[in-house]
């Protein structure tokens, strides 16, 4: 298996500009999530998924971030519109859901967001 | 709510010394814990777990970790560092009885190992 894959790897946009991040998790997986990392707040929980259905979305910081599971093999990340403070690497994780044998998270590589 | 703590922002340690990184947890239900590595530019690694069974547990790269329940504490350890063992760690937690397994990190602990 690839592993969880995240794109675009870097982004850089314009504030005011929509911005979507993509994610493809491991095949099987019933669990994804949405941190955001950075070096004032380190890693944020975001939102996350339990068989394509959203679960928690309380670190959703502002009403400009949304996220949806279409299928199980995507999952997208919007902010629109974007603002320079949400400048920051946003990675995306999967998981089998607990009771299943195997509980780690793997995580993909990372979109790492500029927004000028 | 479940949470994690790692008291320290930043462990120094001279090659070849025992590292010891800290983590204690919250959670209303029983744990399941772990511990990540994170390379500069690179996602999170993940090095090991505890689920059930024996506290001590083993992991990638000579690393083990220690489960007290008394203590909600999971600390990560390695008996001789390595210079190539520098980076960010994180402790995690997912609560068994949590409805939707949310997974829970800590604020990280850099590691610096002096050679």
């Known amino acids: 298996d690839a592993g969880v894959i995240q794109s675009p790897r870097h982004e850089v946009t314009e504030m005011g500009q929509e911005v979507t991040l993509r994610c493809k998790p491991i095949?099987?997986?019933?669990?994804l999530f949405w941190y955001r990392q950075t070096m004032m707040r380190g890693l944020e929980l975001l939102i996350y998924?339990?068989?394509?259905?959203?679960?928690?979305d309380s670190g959703m910081p502002e009403d400009r971030f949304s996220a949806k599971m279409p299928n199980a093999s995507f999952s997208t990340l919007k902010i629109q519109p974007s603002e320079p403070r949400d400048s920051a690497v946003y990675f995306c994780?999967?998981?089998?859901?607990?009771?299943?044998?195997?509980?780690?998270?793997?995580f993909g590589q990372g979109t790492r967001l500029t927004v000028v | 709510a479940q949470s994690v703590a790692q008291p320290e922002d930043q462990v120094n340690v001279a090659e070849g010394n025992p590292l010891t990184v800290k983590c204690t947890y919250s959670?209303?239900?029983?744990?399941?814990l772990f511990w990540y590595v994170q390379y500069p530019n690179r996602g999170l690694q993940f090095l090991l777990k505890?689920?059930?069974?024996?506290?001590l547990v083993k992991g990638s790269y000579g690393f083990e970790a220690e489960f007290n329940k008394s203590q909600t504490s999971f600390h990560l350890k390695k008996p001789s560092a390595l210079v190539s063992d520098s980076a960010l760690y994180f402790c995690?937690?997912?609560?068994?009885?949590?409805?939707?397994?949310?997974?829970?990190f800590g604020g990280g602990t850099r590691v610096l190992v002096k050679p």
């Open positions: 959670v209303s239900g029983n744990p399941y």
């Open positions: 095949s099987g997986h019933n669990s």
């Open positions: 998924f339990n068989n394509n259905v959203p679960i928690d």
């Open positions: 505890y689920i059930t069974g024996d506290n």
């Open positions: 994780a999967s998981s089998p859901s607990l009771g299943q044998g195997n509980t780690e998270a793997f």
């Open positions: 995690a937690v997912r609560d068994m009885k949590a409805a939707g397994n949310k997974l829970t």
